[in-house]
């Protein structure tokens, strides 16, 4: 959400707003158009734009998010919005050049072709128009949105289709692109084989009914990073033998009416990870295989119209995380084992259409559906005092005796009254949060509710009810549209029970004071917020007011809380001094966020004995001199965030013995000196570190050797892991609460701020700084490093064939060094490489070819004289070994004569096809053995000759 600090920047420029007032009456607005939405998505359609209106701040428009600085419109999401019409090539909406996300999915764009124009959105990350009605061609342009991340053009109608020559150019230039949606695009003319050139990074690929014919590619499946797979009705889609792997990280698998046999798969049991499967309609002619029945994951198995011969194997009760059964018309027999009952997680089951006799208790069901079958006598007791039970359906069976009624309530999407929970008068906890529901009472509730969730329920103020609920102790109402300030009357509301209160991310301007004696946990963070900073309650644990516009200097008051654990002041315009006292706090305050104020002078010169900081973060402030050693006691220390500010200081070595620190950020400060150190004190150097940046300084003199051998977390010793996901603080204010930690990082080329850093993010940047000499070889220990930055130093030498080694790379970037000899062939086996820039250094040789490297652009090794191959257009010479006579003279390095030439005779889908003519002996074409083949000899012979041990610089055998 995006939330405006100054007034006019709340309009987002009368440029753009006239652009989005004219698209939108571009369209009438029409029910009808987002019929499908509520269905599919589950989500409410309504017509977002009518809160678009002339001389209003477009900035805080529904569907509407600008950046903070520039009040650019960065993203658009009208999906489910009512828009009807024909789609103008013209429109308006081709004039918001900043656009880096655009949602348009489930309008009715009335048959209209997609515009070639989309393809102007050179920034754009994410593009959906899927179910818009769009027919005819996908045009080429959209596969020049190199940037794309997430791309949806999933079509139901039928009536789109798409060549080869836009389908390869989409594969070829989609280099980023993570989540691939084209299901129900027509794809007959197309050869399967174009996917195989897929990006490593693809997550999500779904092609269902795209009428694919042929043989798909088998090392799809591979993919390290392949989550989602979805094939499914392709009926002439060719599959080879399937035999998967323990390593395969699929998740969802749909190889649904595919007409193949299931014979084809082999080892499904490997798929550890799988929670969705389907195989519906498909040939078994056998009984259910017992590998399916190992998948202990499992949340959902459809193999619907299967013909299963015989009934269901006893191992069926193994899918102990099924959530959803569905083997309905697949000639089941016999009864159903009683193993089923094993699965205590089953809500939704469908055996319908079959030749069962016999069926168990599943008391869990939300869903039972065992039409035609053979099921016979009185209605089971179960069925009577299943209390989740919503939908039966036991039609074309050989029940007999009474039927009795069934009556039951369930919640519908739509408008709701809280009072329908009056009847139930035990009611403690209610959570209606992420509904697309419309919360409505004008009165007070009966109900006794200690906790209430209402997170995204649309309100657009405090609800009345409220005021009924004197023992409430959790209110959460973020996510809504309330506006204004905390009304009087709230300061009733559970005004000695509530610990609980989160009103984050709504549109509150004002906030006087909190009368809430034990409140516990209060967060405000993402409101339109003015004025000083208010002081909490004493009780207080955790006070989140981020993203606000609070102003003025922190009060020493703050102090006087001394049970705060959690404080997170960022993304406001604080300014003054850091609080001194901010060190009374240190018996408990173990998260501290000031980044993105004004906050000038120094870092407090005093850290307490027994500091229980885990997370120090004043990035983005004006803070100046040298670092405390004090902050050494602090010695729980995790993440330590420093970046941004105008800090003089040598690099503070010192740090390397905090025994706990595994982020530390540096960059952008005014920080020199080498980073070698001759102490052997400050051990153990380093050895939890994950995330190492301190581009941006003036550090010089050659890399840290030492702390790269200390980098124990990101070297791959024994399998390093974490049970959390994402770094953060627990606390114990309310049920699973937990605090992430952020950072702004730089991913491949681009800068990023992220709510959560990954526990498995291991990142080096030492980017922007005068570091010279080689490269350590050492480097090639850190094979868990996922990001590596050390452009723009003054780096010489060749680049070590040990950077072939970090098999989790994802983005190297030795741009604007001097590194010379040739790229090593060994880094095109990094299986998760796919961002890599060594331009602006004196790089020769030929450019290594061969799987992700042919996704590359020419960007990535522009400025580089001596390179030569693909994607550059200078062509390479091919070398060719001379007579023996001339390949050496006095020791010195050879001058070989070659006439290889190089003739292109094609590529396409990313590989590179060549022919060499030259030598009859050398027609074998294989320039790598080749070069290798002459420089061995020519280093031997140097070895013979060499009299005095001095070493010379070596030819490079990549």
């Given at each position: 959400?995006?939330?405006?600090?100054?007034?006019?920047?709340?309009?987002?420029?009368?440029?753009?707003?006239?652009?989005?007032?004219?698209?939108?009456?571009?369209?009438?607005?029409?029910?009808?158009?987002?019929?499908?939405?509520?269905?599919?998505?589950?989500?409410?359609?309504?017509?977002?734009?009518?809160?678009?209106?002339?001389?209003?701040?477009?900035?805080?428009?529904?569907?509407?998010?600008c950046d903070q600085i520039n009040a650019h419109v960065i993203a658009l999401d009208l999906s489910c919005s009512w828009?009807?019409?024909?789609?103008?090539?013209?429109?308006?909406?081709?004039?918001?050049?900043?656009?880096?996300?655009?949602?348009?999915?489930?309008?009715?764009?009335?048959?209209?072709?997609?515009p070639s124009e989309f393809g102007r959105f050179e920034s754009l990350v994410y593009l959906n128009l899927s179910h818009t009605s769009f027919v005819g061609e996908v045009p080429s342009q959209v596969s020049h949105l190199s940037k794309l991340v997430s791309l949806d053009l999933s079509s139901w109608i039928y009536d789109s289709a798409i060549d080869k020559h836009a389908l390869e150019g989409l594969v070829q230039n989609l280099t980023e692109v993570r989540l691939l949606f084209l299901d129900g695009i027509n794809m007959s003319s197309t050869n399967p084989h174009v996917f195989m050139n897929l990006s490593s990074s693809l997550r999500s690929l779904s092609l269902d009914f795209c009428d694919l014919q042929g043989k798909f590619p088998k090392n799809i499946f591979d993919l390290p990073n392949l989550n989602l797979l979805d094939l499914g009705g392709n009926?002439?889609?060719?599959?080879?033998?399937?035999?998967?792997?323990?390593?395969?990280?699929?998740?969802h698998l749909d190889l649904s009416w595919m007409s193949f046999s299931t014979k084809l798969i082999d080892s499904v049991d490997n798929l550890q990870a799988l929670k969705y499967l389907d195989l519906s309609g498909n040939s078994f002619f056998q009984e259910l295989s017992v590998s399916i029945t190992n998948l202990s994951s499992l949340e959902y198995l459809s193999i619907r119209g299967a013909n299963i011969c015989g009934g269901l194997p006893d191992s069926i009760g193994n899918l102990v995380s099924l959530k959803f059964l569905d083997l309905s018309i697949s000639n089941l027999s016999g009864p159903v084992p009683r193993s089923l009952g094993n699965l205590l997680q089953l809500t939704h089951l469908d055996l319908g259409w079959n030749k069962l006799n016999e069926v168990t208790a599943f008391p869990s069901l939300i869903t039972s559906r065992l039409y035609d079958n053979l099921l016979n006598g009185t209605l089971p007791s179960w069925l009577y005092t299943a209390p989740s039970l919503k939908i039966i359906n036991l039609s074309q069976n050989q029940f007999n005796g009474h039927i009795k009624e069934f009556q039951s309530k369930s919640l519908e999407f739509g408008v709701m009254e809280l009072s329908m929970f009056s009847s139930l008068p035990n009611l403690k906890y209610l959570d209606l949060s992420y509904n697309s529901l419309s919360l409505t009472s004008n009165s007070t509730s009966s109900v006794n509710l200690t906790s209430l969730f209402l997170s995204s329920c649309n309100l657009s103020e405090f609800p009345q009810f409220l005021k009924g609920l004197k023992s409430l102790e959790?209110?959460?109402?973020?996510?809504?549209?309330?506006?204004?300030?905390?009304?009087?009357?709230?300061?009733?509301?559970?005004?000695?029970?509530?610990?609980?209160?989160?009103?984050?991310?709504?549109?509150?301007?004002?906030?006087?004071?909190?009368?809430?004696?034990n409140i516990a946990v209060l967060d405000l963070s993402s409101n339109l917020i003015r004025g000083n900073l208010p002081i909490p309650a004493s009780t207080i644990n955790v006070f989140l007011i981020s993203n606000n516009s609070f102003n003025g200097e922190v009060s020493s008051l703050i102090c006087n809380v001394t049970s705060l654990q959690i404080l997170d002041l960022s993304h406001n315009n604080l300014s003054g001094t850091i609080p001194q006292c901010f060190e009374n706090l240190s018996n408990s305050l173990e998260f501290l966020n000031l980044k993105k104020n004004k906050f000038y002078g120094t870092i407090p010169p005093t850290f307490a004995k027994g500091c229980r900081l885990t997370n120090l973060n004043l990035n983005g402030?004006?803070?100046?001199?040298?670092?405390?050693?004090?902050i050494l006691n602090c010695r729980g220390l995790e993440v330590l965030d420093l970046g941004n500010n105008k800090i003089n200081d040598t690099f503070p070595h010192w740090l390397g013995s905090l025994p706990q620190l595994q982020v530390l950020v540096l960059k952008s400060n005014q920080m020199h000196g080498s980073l070698h150190d001759h102490s052997s004190k400050f051990s153990p150097c380093f050895s939890k570190i994950q995330i190492f940046d301190l581009s941006s300084n003036y550090f010089s003199g050659p890399l840290p050797v030492r702390y790269i051998n200390n980098f124990k977390a990101i070297i791959n010793l024994k399998k390093n892991g974490s049970a959390r996901s994402y770094m953060g603080l627990k606390y114990a204010s309310i049920d699973s609460g937990f605090y992430t930690y952020s950072i702004g990082i730089v991913t491949k080329g681009t800068y990023m701020e992220l709510e959560k850093i990954c526990t498995m993010w291991m990142i080096i940047d030492l980017s922007n700084n005068q570091f010279v000499g080689e490269i350590p070889k050492?480097?090639?220990?850190?094979?868990?490093?996922?990001?590596?930055?050390?452009?723009?130093?003054?780096?010489?030498?060749?680049?070590?064939?040990?950077?072939?080694?970090?098999?989790?790379?994802?983005?190297?970037?030795?741009?604007?060094?001097?590194?010379?000899?040739?790229?090593?062939?060994?880094?095109?086996?990094?299986?998760?490489l796919s961002s890599l820039n060594v331009s602006e250094n004196q790089?020769?040789?030929?450019?290594?070819?061969?799987?992700?490297?042919?996704?590359?652009?020419?960007?990535?090794?522009?400025g580089n004289k001596g390179l030569c191959g693909f994607p550059v257009s200078k062509g390479c010479k091919i070398i060719e070994p001379a007579p023996p006579n001339v390949l050496e003279k006095n020791g010195s390095k050879s001058n070989i004569a070659f006439g290889w030439k190089v003739v292109l005779i094609g590529y396409g889908c990313g590989i590179v096809l060549g022919m060499s003519v030259g030598y009859a002996v050398f027609q074998t074409c294989k320039p790598e053995w080749l070069v290798n083949l002459v420089e061995n000899q020519h280093e031997k012979r140097r070895r013979r000759k060499s009299k005095n041990g001095n070493r010379s610089n070596r030819r490079s055998r990549a």
């Open positions: 959400m995006w939330h405006c600090h100054v007034d006019k920047q709340c309009w987002c420029g009368s440029h753009s707003c006239t652009s989005l007032i004219q698209f939108k009456d571009s369209f009438s607005i029409t029910e009808d158009a987002s019929f499908s939405c509520d269905r599919i998505t589950g989500l409410k359609s309504y017509p977002k734009t009518n809160s678009w209106k002339q001389g209003t701040a477009c900035c805080l428009w529904d569907g509407v998010t828009l009807y019409g024909n789609f103008p090539c013209n429109t308006t909406l081709f004039l918001l050049p900043h656009l880096q996300k655009l949602n348009l999915a489930f309008n009715d764009f009335n048959l209209s072709k997609i009926q002439n889609l060719n599959l080879d033998h399937l035999k998967f792997n323990r390593s395969n990280n699929l998740e959790s209110l959460d109402l973020s996510y809504n549209r309330i506006e204004g300030k905390i009304p009087q009357w709230m300061q009733e509301v559970g005004n000695d029970s509530l610990t609980y209160l989160n009103v984050s991310h709504n549109y509150l301007t004002e906030v006087e004071h909190f009368p809430w004696k402030n004006l803070l100046g001199g040298p670092l405390t050693p004090s050492v480097i090639g220990k850190l094979n868990l490093l996922k990001g590596l930055n050390l452009s723009h130093n003054n780096l010489n030498g060749r680049i070590p064939t040990s950077v072939g080694n970090l098999t989790s790379l994802e983005w190297l970037d030795l741009s604007s060094n001097r590194l010379s000899r040739t790229i090593p062939n060994k880094l095109a086996d990094l299986p998760f790089l020769h040789g030929q450019i290594t070819q061969g799987k992700q490297f042919n996704t590359f652009g020419n960007d990535s090794y522009e």
